[in-house]
Each structure stands twice: as C-alpha cells, then as structure tokens.
Nanobody, 124 residues
Framework: QLVESGGGSVQTGGSLRLSCAAS?????????MGWFRQSPGKQLEFVAG????????TYAEIAKGRFTISRDNAKNTVYLQMDSLKLEDTASYYC??????????????????WGQGTQVTVSS
C-alpha cells in the first residue's frame, strides 16, 4: 500500500512537502518511485522520478528548479519537496511504484502500483 500525505492549501510562492509511505511489504526500498499529478479535466502527468537507492532522479520541465524528489529507504518513504508553488500546480498528486525493469520512472507506463493521492491547492 502507498499512502500519500502532506497535501493542503498554500498561497502562490509557498512550499509543501509531500510524503509517500509504503506499508505492508517494504517494496519501496527496492523499487524506483515516481510522483505524478492530475488536474481536473487534464491527463495524468509525470512530475519526478527517483531510482531505488536515490542515486538518480529525473524531473518534468514543470518541476525542474522548484521540486525535489528524495527518499528514505529506512522509513520506506518517498518525498516531494515543492517550492515556489504556482496556481497551475493545483492538482491531485500521486506516488507510484516503478517497475523493477525501470531505473527511474518517467511516465505512467513505467509504474505498476499507485497511491490514492493527496490534493494540493495553490491560491493567490
């Protein structure tokens, strides 16, 4: 099970840190992980991905320079630090477990297990 938390309401320019905790089997410690988001009426879009040991990360253009993905395998938790938030960052954010054959997830096809999501709302 993947459980996201840390979402909420914030003003533009503010920050939030999302967490994704794995429970049950500690698979997140051995799999690459990714963050995605979806706004109403829009398709799911990739935000950031991280390798199983945190050694490699990748970001979508919308996240570069503002968001940071990290992980703590001892806690079976993946994080997404979001700074300088914009109105267009308003969305439901989902973490996902990457397939073992993928080094760093870059799209939803690279992932095979999803959390329920946490809502982020940015207002002016």
């Amino acid at each position: 099970q993947l459980v996201e938390s840390g979402g909420g309401s914030v003003q533009t320019g503010g920050s939030l840190r999302l967490s994704c905790a794995a429970s049950g089997r500690t698979f997140s410690a051995y799999y690459p992980m990714g963050w995605f988001r979806q706004s109403p009426g829009k398709q799911l879009e990739f935000v950031a991905g991280i390798s199983w040991n945190g050694g490699r990360t990748t970001y979508a253009e919308i996240a570069k320079g503002r968001f940071t993905i990290s992980r703590d395998n001892a806690k079976n938790t993946v994080y997404l630090q979001m700074d300088s938030l914009k109105l267009e960052d308003t969305a439901s954010y989902y973490c996902a477990k990457g397939r073992r054959t993928v080094e760093v997830p870059r799209n939803e096809l690279d992932c095979d297990f999803w959390g329920q999501g946490t809502q982020v709302t940015v207002s002016s």
